[in-house]
Each structure stands twice: as structure tokens, then as C-alpha cells.
């Protein structure tokens, strides 16, 4: 199983999905530096979350134009797996290997909170296809601009070909969990046509310990390395 | 500007100077005239002409007058600060430095320290309290560390009045804006509202950092001939003279001061923090330092002071933002993001490349001498050439007049408690902004990222993070234990207790989470000092922190004084903030403070047989009389330290669930805030003998919401083992009863009270005030 974790100036859960990636799969993953224009053959490229390029001009603008990106549409049209979290997903939505867009929380503010995620898609994918619809995982979300927005047929279509990975659900007794940040439909994370490439709000590399107050993070990503592997 | 201030003094010596008498005066009077405007008194200015043996320019005038300020030279606290415990045998570094650092075994050390950007915050809150955070966490990383963890103390003015929703949304949006971006989770902190406050804010923001114990870089120039590099962002005229800001009272027109607030930008913050916990990992850092307050200033002074050598600049190849800018805007700008540093001789390409690396300027601009002077070049002419030792050796240092006003009256809760029913009393209480939960201010606070955090806002008394990297097979890990306190109405009435009260506070809270207290950092906020009362309030805190950290050896290791918090001469309650840190050793072992059902709650600290809680100077008072009156609650340091070691052993041996302190409010807020979570319910026991109808209401209310001192209930399911450890470390104690599953607060006769409904208010308080929906 080879993975790699890219960096952006800015970038700042690198470190942690490296080690969540080393946990699962037993090997360091490769960083890749967003000025890098070749990449080795991989398995899983993860985008982590961050403030790449500061946030500047829009979330993800900036790195969905660096060097690496072109790497990553080769390593995509190889067959290879690309997960994107929080900043992750806002960069591949602006280097549009996902639709749609993430606009600000609905509430204008920044929020860091525990949020239920229930398993949506119907569409194959080594991400989400180890779970049955309906499961819900705990992972906690922490962005000012996780809000996905996109055309009505869009979403329509989104949901008619089984793409939506995550729903945002309430967490029981805590109706402040609940969809954060305003998305339509209450999306927390969608799929590509192949169902290769996700992009996802939530952190799953912050819960990989009990100590953090859950695994479920852990659960949703090895059940996908296992899928990719297999 | 009256004549008479710039009248020639007898007391410079003209003939030193060797000018003539009459082109001597006409350049005093105008230099005097700059140096007033700049803050300096005309005594300042007479001792730094003859110190420097010739009247100064105005970049030499700026340089000291920024060194000279409250803000970095201490004048008026520093006589009483040198009193403090500072030595410990887990301190590796104390004051002096840009942070305190301690030991932690396995050759790591926590590096930490606090720092208030309270005027600024009033100015401009977004980039006050944002360049607050990325200026505490430079002094942190500036020694090597890597910033793990960020908390803050934040005061506000009246909930109604009219800039008070404008102010703490701006400055959580700033500490957010920072600490999110730059990646450093903010996981704790406390936040209080207080009408004396109205006019003048206190933000104060503390760091805490963990780096390698023999990897701790220092900031005294070493080695003449040594280059002298800049690096980080580019200077420009944001925040000229914002120490000397910062040293002056507030007036109506201090908003025309917003030039001088400085203005962050995290993605820099962060780019800068890489780079330099990269170029630290190589061997070619001599000695460092950040530009905070007074920028180039303080830092080229303070590392050839601290070398006992002196430092040559050519502020030509200052990397500017702005074309034109004079020596004198150079060296007092406090552009963000920048830091001052001594090489290797020959490594500075090795250094410039990894700098490039991150977009980052890097220049070298001067070198270390041994002459002992600061010698400044710019446009090709000497723009200053002053002696070094002056500026900080012969910084002022007054020992000015105080009287501690002590206030021993104790009003009894018979003359305190009101008519109301215990629900009336609660339902006010979480109501009011000071007790309801202040989740709307952490959920915009990244508390997660870096993966480490175990505890973070409001789970429990003390945040705790794990120390990346000390986990084996037997344990997941050490971890850290951090918290800020201050009870400032406490430190009103009696400066003493008030300043032991903050420490005992902190150190409950630590142990409140399973960790040992160790060591403080403090953030000293106060008035105008040239008022003895407020002299009074200064000499009197630090005389009780100094006794209580003693008595729990909790030296304290860094610190920020921040004075002359006054609006049109009306000061802030006084504050001495308690940035506290502990350790754990086994981070699996650590509490919060949520109740499970089926526990016992026991009251320790205190036995049955009270029947006159102290309600005097309490928040019941301040809720419901408006008015404080009274002593505060004392303090019983050996109690204290008997409470502290009983925990530590409750905890080590898994014998708690829970744990939480008993502080504003007194115990059955706590009570219900430890059933919030689950929705528990409780039956209470009432003190032996005790029945509603021989306790008259004000026992009851003394009883349920006085502050007395020393207390902390734990929530457990071996009651009895709990009761044994007490008693063996004579630790008094009080069953107070067993949590279920009803969600209802019973006690005595009264009507069951809804710990639901409770919860809705603790819950629903901030947001209906800041008019967001639920």
C-alpha cells in the first residue's frame, strides 16, 4: 500500500494524517511538495487539511493551481485514489476534479464540533463501499467554508448517481451538531463519476485514538485502505 | 504643551555635551518636545542625555523611549516582580527570556508563557487579540518549540453595553483567525464579563510549546563579527510605537491611535514557524529572537545586552513594505511575522535556502560588535549611534508610593441572601454570561487539530494535551494539563487573597484533570501604578501569588505586566491572570468533568458540618445585589496542598470519574454543571441535622452557592475507597449524593429542579445575547 500526503505553505493537518496513514497501513507515507511535478506510482494521495496559501483570494484557489495538481489529474486518470479533507475538498473542488462549491458557514463563523456522518452512497467506491448505507461515524469538523452549494440538478444528480458519501446527522441530545455549516441537502462529503476521488469536511485523521474521544476516524479510513487494497 | 516643560533643566550638562549653550537649547527644546510625545518624562529625557553624552536624535529618542515604556522595561513592577519564586528544580529557564521553560523528562521540555494585547484589542479587535496570539506563540517557537496548545483570558465590559457584542465577536474571530490558520490548537481559556472593563478590554494570550531539552535556543548575541539576519515578513509602518501605546491610559481619542495596532497574517505566522524549527534543526542558530513589541528595537537591543556586546545595522537592507521609510519607522515599526537572528559565520546560505524555500525574506543586515553600542547605518549616514548598557541597565525603575487596601469586613449570608427560590437563583445564574457556557466562543476555536487534544473547553476544569511522542506500549503518552484563572472581584477586595486565590484556583484546576501543577506563567493587568491604591493592588497580588506558589512550588517562569488599563481615569478591576501548567504521566488517567450515572458525588474539602456558606464578595452576590461587598472567601494553603495531593492519588489510581472545582458560583452550579452532559439526575443530601425548617433560607443559600475556598467534588464509584483515601490524608469530606437517570436536581422538599432546563439556559445564554439563532 503505498500513500502520499501533499503539503501546500499553509497546509496544517499534514502531520496528523501522516500519522494516521502510518498507523493503518505500517509505512510512512510519501510527502509529496506542492511545487513537485512527478510523482511515483501510488495507491492513495490524500490532500489534508489546512489554510493553503493562507486562504487567499478563495480556499483552495492558489494550491489548485500548483504544480502538484497536474501530478494528481495523472495519478486520477491512472486509476489511482485521491481523498481530499476540509481544505483538501476545497482544493478539489477548485481544481474541479469534484463539483460543486464550498461557501462559508451559513452562520459566518468558524466552527470546530462533533458531527454525525451517515454513509450515503450507493455508487462503488474503495471509500465509503466497506460500509453499509446508513452507518453513521463521529468525526469532527472544523472549517469556515464547509457550506457545499451547487446547482439544483446538480445535487439532483449527485443523488440520483449515489455520489454523496456523507450526510450530516444529529448527534443524540446535542442539536448543536447538526449539519454545521448550512450545506444542501446536509452534505458532508461527495464522490467523483469513478467513485476514486472524495471529498469530505470532516477530519477523520483527529480520531484515531480513543483519547480523542473516538475511532471512528480510524474505522473510515482503514475500512477504505482495506477496500483499496482489495 | 506648556512653555515652562521645555524650559532649559540645569540638570544636563551642557558643557559634556560640547555644544554651545545657545544651539544646545534650541535643539534640547526640540528634542524634549519629541521625547514628551513619545512618553518619556523630562527627567527620562535628562537622564538619557547624559548618559549618552549628547542630545539625542529622534530614531535614538524613539529607540529609547520604546525601551523605556512600561511595556518592555517593567519600571513599575519590576522592583516587586524580582520578589517572586522563579526557582524550582524542574526550571530550566525562568523570566528573562521570550518563555519560561520546564523540565518534563524524557529530555523534553514545555516551553510556555502568557501575554496580554489588551489596548489593541480595544482599538482593533480582529488584529488586537490576532496578533496577541501569533506574538505569544513567536516567543514560544522563538526557543525552539513547537506551539502545541493555545488558551486565553479574556475580559469584557458589560454584556449591554453598547461595544461589548462588537468587541468579543471581533477578538474570538481574531484568536480564532490565528490559531486556526497557523494550525495550533486553542483548547482552553476563560472569559468574563465585568462593567469595570467597558472601556478597556483585557485579552490576554497564553502558548505552550514542547521542544527537546537540550535543543533550547537562547537570545544573547554571541561572537563579534557574527552576521546578523532578518527574517520573516517585511517591515512596514504598521504598529509604530505600540509599546508606548500600550503604557498610556485610554482617553475618548484613543481610536485615532489605530494606526498604530499591528496587523497579522497567519499564513506568514505559519510559514515563518516551519522555517525556523527547520534552520533549528541544524546546528547554525546562535541566538534568536522575535520582533514583538517594540520590533527591531527591543530585539537587536536585548540580544547585544544580553551578550554584553553591541550590534552594527545597516537598515538599508531592511526588507520594507513601503518605499521611504526613515530609520526611525524602521526601527519602531512592529510589523508582524519577523525575527532577528545570529549565524554560524559562512552559514548563511544554507540558512537563506531554506527561508526561500518558504517564501520567506531572509537578509543579512548587520553584525554583532564588540563595541558595545548600537550603531545604525541608513542611507549611507549614521542614523544612531548610542551606548547599549543605557538602555536597558538604566531603564527606570520606581519604587512608587502603595497602599494595599485589604478588605476584612465579613458579611454573613444572613445579610447577603435574597428572597428567592434556589430554582429562581440557578435559572439567574446560568442565565447570566459570566456562568453559562461559553461554547459559542471555542466551537470557533480549532481545538482539535494536531491530534492531540484530550480535553479541550468546558469537559473539564484544566485542558489537556498529549505530549506527541511519549507514548510506549505501556501508556498512550504524558500529557499536559493547562489553565488560565483570575477572580478579579476577589482581588478587588482583598489583593492578598485575591492573588492566592488565583494560584489555588489554577492548581485545583490541574489536579481537577488527573495532573500534577507545576508552574505559572502570569499576566499582571492593572490600572494607572502612579495611584497608590492601585500600587496597593499591584505590591498585594504579587505578595499573595508568590505565597501560594511557594506553598504548592509552582514557580512562576514568565509573565507580562500590563498597566494603566484606565479609561478617563477609571481603572479595570485589577487581574493578575494564572497561566498554570501540570503534567500527567499517563494521559490515559486524566478526568473531565461530566458525571456518569450511577456515581457518587463526594464534596472534598469540606465536612457536614457548615451552616454558613460564604456568599460575601461571591457571584451570588454580584447577580443578585449588582453590588460586592464583603471579604473575599480566605484561603488555607495547607488545605489546599492536602486537597491537591489527595487527587493526585484519587486519580492515579482510576478511583474517579469526574472531577470539578468548586468557584463562582459555589456548589450547586457545579453540581449541575457535572450532570449537564448526561442529563443526570441527583438526589442531594442536605449537612447532618439540617432540615429546611431549622435552616433558615440563608443557610440554604449560603450553603448552596458560597465560595468558600479549597473544595473540589469528585464523581465516583468507589464512594467508600474515596472516603478512606480522604480521611487517611485528613482531608475533610461530604457524601453529597448519587447521580441517576431522572435529569431532576433534588433537594430536600423543594420541587424537583430540571437539569434539562438548566442545561437549556447554560446552553442558550450566549447565543440569544451575541442574537444568533439556537
Known amino acids: 500500500m503505498r500513500t502520499a500526503v501533499t503539503i501546500f505553505p499553509g497546509s496544517n493537518c499534514d502531520r496528523d494524517m501522516i500519522i494516521a496513514l502510518k498507523k493503518i497501513t505500517g509505512k510512512t507515507p510519501i510527502k509529496l511538495w506542492h511545487k513537485e511535478t512527478e510523482v511515483p506510482n501510488l495507491d492513495l494521495i490524500v490532500i489534508p487539511g489546512g489554510f493553503s496559501f493562507g486562504d487567499y483570494l478563495r480556499c483552495g484557489a492558489l494550491a489548485a493551481r500548483s504544480p502538484i495538481i497536474k501530478s494528481i489529474k495523472n495519478h486520477i486518470s491512472r486509476g489511482g485514489a485521491v481523498l481530499g479533507v476540509c481544505n483538501g475538498f476545497q482544493i478539489l473542488i477548485e481544481a474541479k476534479l469534484l463539483p460543486g462549491s464550498l461557501i462559508k458557514n451559513k452562520k459566518l463563523l468558524f466552527t470546530c464540533k462533533k458531527t454525525l ?15 453499509k448505507v446508513g452507518t453513521t461515524l463521529e468525526i469532527p469538523v472544523a472549517h469556515n467554508e464547509g457550506n457545499f452549494f451547487a446547482s439544483k440538478e446538480m445535487v439532483e444528480k449527485l443523488e440520483g448517481e449515489g455520489r454523496i458519501a456523507f450526510k450530516y446527522k444529529q448527534i443524540k441530545n446535542n442539536k448543536n451538531s447538526f449539519n454545521p455549516n448550512g450545506s444542501l441537502n446536509d452534505i458532508a462529503g461527495i464522490l467523483s463519476k469513478n467513485g476514486r476521488v472524495l471529498g469530505m469536511m470532516p477530519h477523520p485523521e483527529r480520531v484515531i485514538n480513543k483519547f480523542q474521544g473516538g475511532i471512528d476516524g480510524l474505522k473510515f479510513l482503514s475500512t477504505s485502505i482495506e477496500h483499496l487494497v482489495g | 504643551m506648556k512653555n515652562e516643560d521645555l524650559k532649559l533643566n540645569k540638570n544636563i550638562d551642557s558643557e559634556l555635551l560640547k555644544v554651545n549653550k545657545n544651539e544646545y537649547f534650541v535643539q534640547q527644546t526640540s528634542n524634549l518636545k519629541a521625547a514628551l510625545e513619545m512618553g518619556l518624562t523630562k527627567e527620562e529625557f535628562e537622564l538619557i542625555c547624559n548618559k549618552v553624552k549628547k542630545i539625542p536624535n529622534k530614531t535614538e529618542l524613539g529607540i529609547f523611549s520604546a525601551m523605556f515604556s512600561e511595556h518592555c522595561s517593567y519600571k513599575s513592577s519590576k522592583k516587586w516582580l524580582k520578589t517572586m519564586p522563579t526557582k524550582g528544580s524542574h526550571v530550566i529557564q525562568g523570566p528573562g527570556e521570550n518563555a519560561g521553560v520546564i523540565d518534563i523528562g524524557d529530555n523534553l521540555a514545555i516551553v510556555f508563557k502568557i501575554e496580554s494585547h489588551n489596548h489593541p484589542s480595544f482599538i482593533e479587535p480582529y488584529q488586537g487579540s490576532a496578533t496577541g496570539v501569533g506574538g505569544i506563540l513567536r516567543d514560544v517557537f522563538t526557543m525552539g ?89 517585511k517591515t512596514g509602518r504598521d504598529g509604530i510605537h505600540g509599546a508606548t501605546m500600550a503604557s498610556a491610559e485610554f482617553t475618548e481619542n484613543s481610536a485615532e491611535k489605530r494606526p498604530t495596532v499591528q496587523v497579522g497574517d497567519p499564513f506568514t505566522g505559519k510559514l515563518l514557524l516551519e522555517a525556523c524549527l527547520e534552520l533549528m534543526s541544524t546546528d547554525i542558530v546562535l541566538s534568536i529572537q522575535d520582533m514583538g513589541a517594540a520590533g527591531l528595537t527591543s530585539s537587536s537591543v536585548e540580544m547585544a545586552s544580553k551578550g554584553g556586546l553591541g550590534m552594527f545595522l545597516n537598515l538599508d537592507l531592511v526588507p520594507t513594505r513601503e518605499e521611504k ?55 549611507n549616514h549614521v542614523a544612531c549611534d548610542i551606548p547599549i548598557a543605557p538602555l536597558v541597565d538604566d531603564a527606570p525603575e520606581y519604587d512608587r508610593p502603595y497602599e494595599i487596601i485589604r478588605n476584612k469586613l465579613i458579611s454573613t449570608s444572613k445579610e447577603i441572601a435574597v428572597n428567592k427560590t434556589i430554582n429562581e437563583i440557578l435559572t439567574k445564574f446560568f442565565k447570566n454570561p459570566n456562568m453559562a457556557s461559553k461554547r459559542w466562543l471555542w466551537e470557533q476555536y480549532d481545538s482539535s487539530v494536531m491530534a492531540d487534544t484530550v480535553l479541550s473547553n468546558g469537559n473539564s476544569d484544566a485542558s489537556v494535551v498529549r505530549i506527541h511522542g511519549t507514548e510506549s506500549k505501556k501508556s498512550l503518552g504524558k500529557g499536559i494539563s493547562m489553565t488560565t484563572d483570575c477572580t478579579p472581584r476577589y ?83 485589577p487581574t493578575p491572570v494564572i497561566g498554570m501548567v501540570g503534567l500527567i504521566e499517563e494521559v490515559e488517567k486524566c478526568i473531565g468533568l461530566n458525571a456518569e450515572t450511577d456515581c457518587t458525588l463526594i464534596l472534598l474539602g469540606q465536612n457536614e458540618k457548615i451552616d454558613d456558606g460564604w456568599l460575601g464578595c461571591s457571584l451570588y452576590q454580584e447577580i443578585t445585589s449588582q453590588d460586592i461587598s464583603g471579604a473575599p472567601p480566605p484561603i488555607n494553603l495547607e488545605n489546599e ?18 472531577a470539578h472545582d468548586l468557584s463562582d458560583g459555589g456548589l450547586l452550579p457545579a453540581i449541575c454543571e457535572m450532570l449537564f452532559f448526561n442529563k443526570l439526575g441527583i438526589n442531594v443530601n442536605l449537612p447532618i441535622n439540617s432540615t429546611l425548617q431549622n435552616w433558615a433560607n440563608h443557610m440554604l443559600h449560603g450553603w448552596c452557592f458560597g465560595e468558600d475556598q479549597g473544595r473540589i467534588i469528585v464523581a465516583t464509584k468507589n464512594p467508600e475507597k474515596v472516603i478512606l483515601s480522604a480521611k487517611n490524608n485528613l482531608v475533610d469530606f461530604f457524601v453529597l449524593g448519587d447521580t441517576n437517570k431522572t435529569g431532576n436536581l433534588n433537594l430536600y422538599n423543594l420541587a424537583p429542579i430540571s437539569i434539562n432546563d438548566i442545561s437549556n439556559y447554560n446552553e442558550e445564554t450566549l447565543p440569544l445575547l451575541m442574537n444568533e439563532d439556537k
Open chain 2, 145 to 233: 518549540a513547537r506551539p502545541i496548545a493555545l488558551l486565553n483570558a479574556l475580559r469584557f465590559g458589560s454584556i449591554d453595553h453598547p461595544l461589548t457584542k462588537h468587541l468579543l465577536s471581533g477578538v474570538v474571530r481574531g484568536i480564532g483567525g490565528y490559531g486556526n490558520c497557523i494550525g495550533i490548537p486553542t483548547v482552553g481559556g476563560e472569559t468574563e464579563f465585568n462593567k469595570s472593563y467597558d472601556g478597556n478590554i483585557l485579552v490576554n494570550a497564553m502558548a505552550v510549546g514542547l521542544a527537546k531539552k537540550d535543543r533550547i535556543f537562547y537570545s544573547a548575541a554571541t561572537g563579534s563579527g557574527n552576521p546578523v539576519v532578518y527574517v520573516g515578513a
Open chain 1, 117 to 131: 456522518l451517515e454513509i450515503q452512497n450507493t455508487l462503488p467506491s474503495p471509500f465509503c463501499s466497506g460500509f
Open chain 2, 641 to 658: 496542598k492536602k486537597l491537591i495531593n489527595l487527587m493526585l492519588k484519587l486519580t492515579d489510581s482510576n478511583m474517579i470519574i469526574s
Open chain 2, 491 to 573: 482581588v478587588k477586595s482583598d489583593p492578598i487573597i485575591g492573588g492566592m486565590q488565583a494560584v489555588c484556583e489554577a492548581a485545583r484546576n490541574i489536579v481537577s484533570t488527573g495532573a500534577k501543577p507545576s508552574a505559572i506563567t502570569n499576566n499582571l493587568n492593572f490600572g494607572n501604578p502612579e495611584k497608590t491604591n492601585i500600587m496597593g493592588e499591584i505590591v498585594g497580588s504579587i505578595q499573595g501569588i508568590s505565597e501560594a506558589s511557594i506553598f504548592l512550588n509552582t514557580p512562576i517562569v514568565s509573565g507580562n505586566v500590563s498597566l494603566y488599563n484606565e479609561t478617563n481615569g477609571v481603572s479595570i478591576l
Open chain 2, 325 to 379: 521609510m526613515t530609520s526611525y519607522e524602521i526601527m519602531l515599526s512592529e510589523s508582524q511575522e519577523r525575527m532577528l537572528m545570529v549565524l554560524k559565520p559562512g552559514s548563511e546560505n544554507q540558512a537563506k535556502a531554506i527561508f526561500q524555500k518558504w517564501d520567506l525574506d531572509f537578509a543579512t543586515i548587520g553584525e554583532v560588535t564588540n563595541t558595545g553600542r548600537l550603531i545604525l547605518n541608513k542611507d
